[in-house]
Structure formats: structure tokens, C-alpha cells
């Protein structure tokens, strides 16, 4: 399958539907760096995520095939709200899964929308197995979070606006990553299309999966801390598409502590007047940690979503 050319074509099927979020110059953050830095504003996308794109590529991919079993899928929240909204969208029926522990402002939102939930577990892999295992022995179609052509297709769509959005192509473009679909989508069609831009993965040091089973080549299990980024905790299923996806096209990872996601969530609060969720507020401080390494250069930083609990975004203001 050639990824870049379902990207372009997810492009086409998704864009009337998705909005084509706004790319920020940072006057703060090129200051820090003595560069220019642009922050892709997936924030402000519908559902407050990046995750609408994947969720409504998938399943209107599934129409065009004619594919008619019921879809289903697990979330700790922003996909799953992008999976509500394109099944009420499509008016497909579907149903989500979740941790007992998924954020209440997320679960809430999805409830929202016309789709069946069910919990099960207490932390996302154990969710996404038992949703993938019912799929199998129900005849459902399970749509991964990360783990599907399709679903990285549409997160690759940031990819194509953001080239269409620039003067000149980006040194630098900063992700952050869970399940590895989103940096995988990205990371596709940039190679394809500007091949010289750096890809760097960001992580929560309480939640690095990724980030080490790529440096040491081979998948390795990590037992998650609780993190800011709720959006990206959790580990990968060991032969998903975004594993060879990312050792291939991720140039480095940066692993970020809870303090500094937090500085990073007040900071865009203070300088930018947004409001952000911790996952994003990992790739803002990845940059923070290293501006010397973005000197004299164009770096864009995806800002994946703004979907954060109040209790959080408390906890975060009040430290």
C-alpha cells in the first residue's frame, strides 16, 4: 500500500467535513529559540482533536467499500469522540469502549452523540484488547486508534494542509505520540514530500513506549505512570503499523516530565490565551527543553488537542 497516496485521497475524502485548523506563528516560542515557530493548531479542530480526521477517513472509507459491519473501537476519550462523531455524522451505528478511568469531560462529550459505550478495564491496552477480542467473536469491524491505514491516513491530512499553509518547507516538525498514528500519518507524507524535515517524537517520560522500544529496535513493554497526557499514556500493540512507521521515519524522541508538561499547558494559557491538553502541552515543552536545537530554524509544533479535565487544568494552574 502506498500510505502517501491514501493520505492525499483521505485528504480529499475528509476535507469538506474536518475544519483546516490555523497555523500560528509563535512570536514567544521563536523568541526562545531564535527561530521561527509555527504551532499547527489541531486544538481547534472539530471535537477538539486531531483525532477527527482518522475516525471519519476510516469509516467513510468503509461506505465507499461497502463494508456493513457494525464498528466499534477503544478510546480514552478523543478518539472516541471522533469515532461518535463521524458515526453520527455517516449515521453509522457504532460503539466505543472505554477504561473506567477515561476523563469524565471526555466521556461526556461522547455521550453526546447517538453511539453505544461500554467500560471495561482500568487503562487503555487492556480496554483495546477487550474491545478488538468482542469485535472478533461479535463479527464487528474494530477501528484501531492508531493501529489502521486508514486511521493514519487522515491523521496524515495534517501533513498535506500544513505544507499548503507554509512559504517554505519546515526544518523541525514536533509531534507527540501515543499509539503512533498521528506522528506516522504526519511523518508519511512529509518524507514523501519534503524529505530533509526532521521528525521528532515527544513523549511523556511517565509514558514512553514508543520512544524506547524505537531506540533499542525491538518492541519493549513499559508499565505507564499516570500523566498530564492522558491523550498519549498507554503503550502499542508490539506489531502495529506505527512501530516500523516510526523507527523508520522518526529522526529522534524527547521525553518530557510532568512538571515541565504543566509549565507548558500555563505558558500557551499566558502567551497565547489557549487553552490545551497535556499531550500537546509534551510536544510545546520538547522545544523548551532544547530551543538551542532549533536555532535559525522553521519548526512546527502539532498541537494535538485541548480536550483537558478540569481537574487537571486545576491542578495545573494551582502549582
Not at 271 to 283: D, I, P, R
Amino acid at each position: 500500500m502506498d500510505l502517501s497516496n491514501e493520505i492525499e485521497q483521505a485528504h480529499r475524502r475528509i476535507r469538506d467535513e474536518i475544519l483546516k485548523t490555523p497555523l500560528l506563528y509563535s512570536n514567544w516560542l521563536s523568541n526562545v529559540c531564535d527561530g521561527d515557530v509555527y504551532l499547527k493548531m489541531e486544538s481547534e479542530q472539530l471535537t477538539g482533536s486531531f483525532k477527527a480526521r482518522g475516525s471519519l477517513n476510516k469509516l467513510k472509507w468503509m461506505q465507499e467499500n461497502n463494508i456493513k459491519k457494525m464498528p466499534v473501537t477503544a478510546s480514552t476519550g478523543n478518539h472516541g469522540l471522533g469515532f461518535a462523531r463521524a458515526c453520527s455524522l455517516l449515521d453509522i451505528k457504532g460503539k466505543i469502549f472505554l477504561p473506567h478511568n477515561a476523563v469524565s469531560s471526555k466521556v461526556e462529550a461522547i455521550r453526546g452523540y447517538d453511539t453505544d459505550i461500554e467500560f471495561h478495564g482500568d487503562d487503555p491496552y487492556t480496554t483495546e484488547k477487550y474491545a478488538r477480542q468482542t469485535a472478533d467473536d461479535q463479527g464487528w469491524v474494530y477501528v484501531s486508534p492508531y493501529n489502521d491505514p486508514q486511521i493514519v491516513a487522515g491523521q496524515g491530512t495534517i501533513g498535506v494542509e500544513m505544507l499548503n499553509q507554509l512559504s517554505e518547507k519546515p526544518d523541525n516538525i514536533l509531534a507527540t505520540v501515543g499509539g503512533g498514528g498521528l506522528i506516522s500519518g504526519i511523518g508519511t507524507y512529509i518524507n514523501a514530500e519534503a524529505s530533509t524535515t526532521n521528525i521528532i517524537g515527544c513523549q511523556p517520560e511517565n509514558s514512553p513506549e514508543m520512544g524506547i522500544s524505537v531506540r533499542a529496535g525491538v518492541y519493549k513493554e513499559f508499565e505507564s505512570k499516570p500523566t498530564l497526557s492522558d491523550g498519549s499514556a498507554g503503550g502499542f500493540e508490539p506489531d502495529s503499523i506505527t512501530f516500523d512507521l516510526c523507527k523508520k521515519l522518526v529522526d529522534e524522541f524527547i521525553f518530557i516530565s510532568e512538571d515541565e508538561i504543566a509549565g507548558a499547558i500555563r505558558s500557551m494559557i499566558e502567551q497565547h490565551s489557549k487553552l490545551v491538553e497535556g499531550s500537546a502541552g509534551v510536544a510545546i515543552a520538547s522545544l523548551l527543553k532544547h530551543p538551542k536545537q532549533f536555532t535559525n530554524q522553521t519548526t512546527v509544533i502539532v498541537i494535538c488537542g485541548a480536550n483537558i479535565s478540569t481537574d487537571k487544568l486545576q491542578s495545573v494552574l494551582c502549582n
